[in-house]
């Protein structure tokens, strides 16, 4: 007979019931064959009395069995292990390697390469630059859990618990519309909104619409990197236009449309990804007009339309868009913070319901409460509450990170001060690389994470993006004194030569 006693052991600290406990590991010792089919299992009474439970667990526990398939019960025979159960493999065979599910999958399957790992950023001590996010101790976390708590505990909630729209939710949409309405200039109706889990699922379905193998999507000689890998995962050519001061050159777009047909042109146009620099009027104007006379769509990231700290937010394209052309992409994630899964994509009616029925793919539908939630929150006013009180603290972080980068730095670091956004667009003296500079900075405690990222089209510009808003003062001065740091021992070692 079988050594149950010791062979099975309970964790009486545990929630989990006893009779799961006794299941689970007599599952084990069934799948593991050392209770091979056909094995008779002891009586309740005997088992209960030699594991010292009481019967009724041992029932429990043969219920549960039963029930799962692992043992049938035979009428005045008792009960044994299933007979036909198929046999699993031996995973720990003498001389071969141990299974380890963290590393081994059992089939092959497609891998990509294209988007690129994010590091993890879980090491106190270090200081990672980032490439321009919120500060999340800034976040109306109070508020916003309140307002779930409200919207949780009305009568119609219930409503809401199940399958809803492919859309995202009803009141969020109508919320919305006149949000952006008034806030954007733009000028939609309810069927124009497809809530989204932020802007790259945005870019994500635009892209899937617009784009197959082959076909051209013109982005910025420097540009967002996962709009790129968005664009590339769905093996279209990405055709690289100049950015200069005034934004993307719409003389390269036109040049371009002259040649080939283009499919879409990405843009960031109130402050470009990564340089920070803003679309002017006139290429506004004639980004649209070529968009009309050569048929292309304009997809439209405004990531951070939010935060400017010389003038008022400029229009996006959408609001001048009389021809259907931009599909307008924009989240809460940036302005209040990523976890936040709440964006919208903006287009006409008919991209909109074929955007939506993709989305059904990966996603049946949003989140419903927090929608919810948002819409109360951006129609109470909480929403411009919070970027109000926010835009003033980002922009004294702005101008002292500034300040200190010139005053200090002014022989290493290039910039202009940017006019809205949460990062700069910062030149290191081409005396000197990122990657050296990178190295050195970790003996600081400073990470400098993938500056290549900025730099896909191998433009040699030495510039990255390092996000001022999310640091507070102190800590303002303790990542300047660590570049100093970084640029004190690389000057050294160089007169040390
Ligand atoms: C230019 C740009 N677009 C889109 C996104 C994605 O934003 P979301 O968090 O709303 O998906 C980011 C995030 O960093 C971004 O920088």
Same mark, same amino acid.
């Given at each position: 007979m079988f050594p149950f006693k010791t062979s099975i052991q309970f964790d009486r600290q545990c929630n989990q019931a006893l009779y799961l406990q006794l299941s689970n590991q007599i599952i084990q010792l069934i799948k593991n064959q050392t209770l091979a089919?056909?094995?008779?299992?002891?009586?309740?009474?005997?088992?209960?009395?030699?594991?010292?439970?009481?019967?009724k667990t041992i029932v429990a526990c043969y219920d549960e069995l039963l029930l799962q398939g692992w043992v049938e019960s035979i009428p005045k025979k008792g009960t044994f292990v299933h007979p036909n159960l198929p046999v699993l493999q031996e995973q720990k065979l003498e001389g071969c390697k141990a299974f380890d599910l963290k590393k081994?999958?059992?089939?092959?399957f497609y891998k990509n390469s294209i988007l690129p790992e994010k590091p993890k950023k879980n090491n106190k001590s270090l200081i990672y630059l980032n490439d321009g996010v919120s500060d999340g101790r800034l976040t109306p976390i109070d508020e916003i859990a309140r307002t779930y708590r409200r919207v949780c505990s009305k009568k119609n909630v219930f409503d809401h618990l199940s399958y809803g729209s492919v859309y995202g939710n009803d009141t969020l949409r109508d919320v919305l519309v006149e949000y952006l309405n008034t806030t954007r200039g733009l000028h939609i109706t309810k069927e124009n909104v497809l809530i989204t889990r932020g802007s790259q699922m945005g870019i994500w379905l635009s892209s899937q619409l617009l784009l197959q193998k082959d076909d051209i999507v013109v982005v910025g000689n420097t540009n967002y990197g996962a709009a790129d890998a968005t664009f590339l995962n769905q093996h279209a050519k990405l055709e690289r236009v100049m950015v200069d001061e005034h934004g993307l050159?719409?003389?390269a777009i036109e040049n371009l449309c002259k040649r080939q047909q283009i499919k879409a042109v990405y843009v960031t146009s109130h402050h470009h990804h990564p340089t920070t620099v803003t679309l002017c009027a006139e290429r506004r104007m004639r980004l649209l007009n070529l968009a009309k006379q050569y048929n292309f769509a304009i997809i439209e990231d405004d990531y951070d339309y939010d935060f400017n700290y010389n003038h008022a937010p400029i229009l996006p394209l959408a609001s001048h868009d009389t021809n259907g052309n931009?599909?307008?992409? $924009?989240?809460?994630?940036? @302005?209040?913070?990523?976890?936040?899964?709440?964006?919208?994509?903006?287009?006409?009616?008919?991209?909109?319901?074929?955007?939506?029925?993709l989305r059904g793919y990966v996603d049946r539908q949003g989140d419903a409460l927090l929608e919810l939630t948002f819409a109360d929150f951006i129609k109470s006013g909480d929403l411009d509450r919070h970027i109000r009180k926010v835009m003033k603290i980002y922009k004294q972080r702005r101008d002292l990170f500034c300040k200190l980068l010139k005053d200090q730095l002014g022989d290493f670091f290039e910039f202009?001060?940017?006019?809205? $956004?949460?990062?700069?667009? @910062?030149?290191?003296?081409?005396?000197?690389?990122?990657?050296h500079f990178s190295e050195v900075a970790r003996t600081y405690n400073l990470k400098i994470g993938d500056w290549k990222q900025y730099d896909s089209a191998n433009l040699g510009h030495n510039c990255i993006r390092i996000g001022f808003a999310a640091h507070n003062e102190a800590e303002i001065f303790e990542l300047i004194n660590r570049l100093k740091k970084t640029i004190g021992e690389i000057k050294n070692s160089e007169t040390a030569r």
């Open positions: 089919p056909h094995t008779k299992l002891p009586g309740s009474r005997t088992l209960a009395e030699q594991l010292n439970v009481h019967r081994d999958t059992g089939f092959s050159s719409t003389r931009v599909v307008y992409i $924009g989240s809460v994630c940036k @302005t209040v913070a990523p976890v936040f899964r709440i964006g919208y994509l903006i287009a006409s009616k008919e991209f909109v319901d074929e955007a939506s029925k202009e001060i940017p006019k809205g $956004g949460m990062a700069v667009w @910062t030149k290191l003296n081409p005396m000197y690389s990122w990657d």
